[in-house]
C-alpha cells in the first residue's frame, strides 16, 4: 500500500540555520506529493505541493521537488524563523476513488532566538 | 481562505456515553469530508471519507457502527463516536474538500476526546 516515512523529531535549530526535513514514499500509482504545516492550536495547512516528476513547490521560503528516481520529497529553508515552529507532514495522493491523503508521522520543528 | 471548524475543541465523556462532534465548512461548499484520528507523535489515520448526501466509505479496520458518520449537507458533517471507551480517546481532525476537481483538502482544529 501507500507509505510516507519522514524523519522524526523533534527538530531544534537556531534561528537563520539552514533546514532539511526528509521524506520518502512509496506508492501503488503516481501520487501528488505534499508538505502540510500544523502551527500550534491550529489545524492543518497546505504548505506546498507538487504534481510530477522534477516538479518543486514552493511557498514562504519552503522548498520541496518530487525526486521520482529517490523517491523522495525533502523540504528545505534557507533560513529558518522562531514563527517557523510547527509540526510538519509530508503526505501523498493517488489519483483515483476519492483521492485519500496519506500522511506521514510528522516532524516537530523548534527554532530557538 | 477556506476555514473550516470544528466543535467542540474538547470534550470529556464517561465510559459508555455518545458523543458528536461536528466539522463545517464556513465559507464554501464540501463535496467531500474527510475525518481522521490522530494518536500521540503518530500521523493522522483516515478514518472515512463521506460525500454529501450518500453513506460514508470507511477504512479498513474502522467500526462503522461506532463511529457514526453523518454528511446531511454540503457544510456540515458529523462524527458520533458511539458507546466510548477509554481506548477511543484520541484527536479527531477533520477535513473538507471544495470540489472534485481540486485536490486541496482544509483541515479543522481538531477535537480532543478523553474517555474517563
Known amino acids: 500500500g501507500d507509505s510516507v516515512t519522514q524523519m522524526e523529531g523533534p527538530v531544534t535549530l537556531s534561528e537563520e540555520a539552514f533546514l532539511t526535513i526528509n521524506c520518502t514514499y512509496t506508492a501503488t500509482g503516481y501520487p501528488s506529493l505534499f508538505w502540510y504545516v500544523q502551527y500550534p492550536g491550529e489545524g492543518l495547512q497546505l504548505l506546498l505541493k507538487?504534481?510530477?516528476?522534477?516538479d518543486k513547490g514552493s511557498n514562504k521560503g519552503f522548498e520541496a521537488t518530487y525526486r521520482k528516481e529517490t523517491t523522495s520529497f525533502h523540504l528545505e529553508k534557507g533560513s529558518v524563523q522562531v514563527s517557523d515552529s510547527a509540526v510538519y507532514f509530508c503526505?501523498?495522493?493517488?489519483?483515483?476513488?476519492?483521492?485519500?491523503?496519506?500522511f506521514g508521522t510528522g516532524t516537530k520543528l523548534q527554532v530557538i532566538p | 481562505g477556506a476555514v473550516v471548524s470544528q466543535h467542540p475543541s474538547w470534550v470529556i465523556c464517561k465510559s459508555g456515553t455518545s458523543v458528536k462532534i461536528e466539522c463545517r465548512s464556513l465559507d464554501f461548499q464540501a463535496t467531500t469530508m474527510f475525518w481522521y484520528r490522530q494518536f500521540p507523535k503518530q500521523s493522522l489515520m483516515l478514518m472515512a471519507t463521506s460525500n454529501e448526501g450518500s453513506k460514508a466509505t470507511y477504512e479498513q479496520g474502522v467500526e462503522k457502527d461506532k463511529f457514526l458518520i453523518n454528511h446531511a449537507s454540503l457544510t456540515l458533517s458529523t462524527l458520533t463516536v458511539t458507546s466510548a471507551h477509554p481506548e477511543d480517546s484520541s484527536f479527531y481532525i477533520c477535513s473538507a474538500r471544495q470540489g472534485w476537481g481540486t485536490d486541496t483538502q482544509y483541515f479543522g482544529p481538531g477535537t480532543r476526546l478523553t474517555v474517563l
Open positions: 507538487a504534481t510530477k516528476a522534477d
Open positions: 503526505a501523498l495522493r493517488v489519483s483515483g476513488g476519492y483521492q485519500k491523503v496519506t
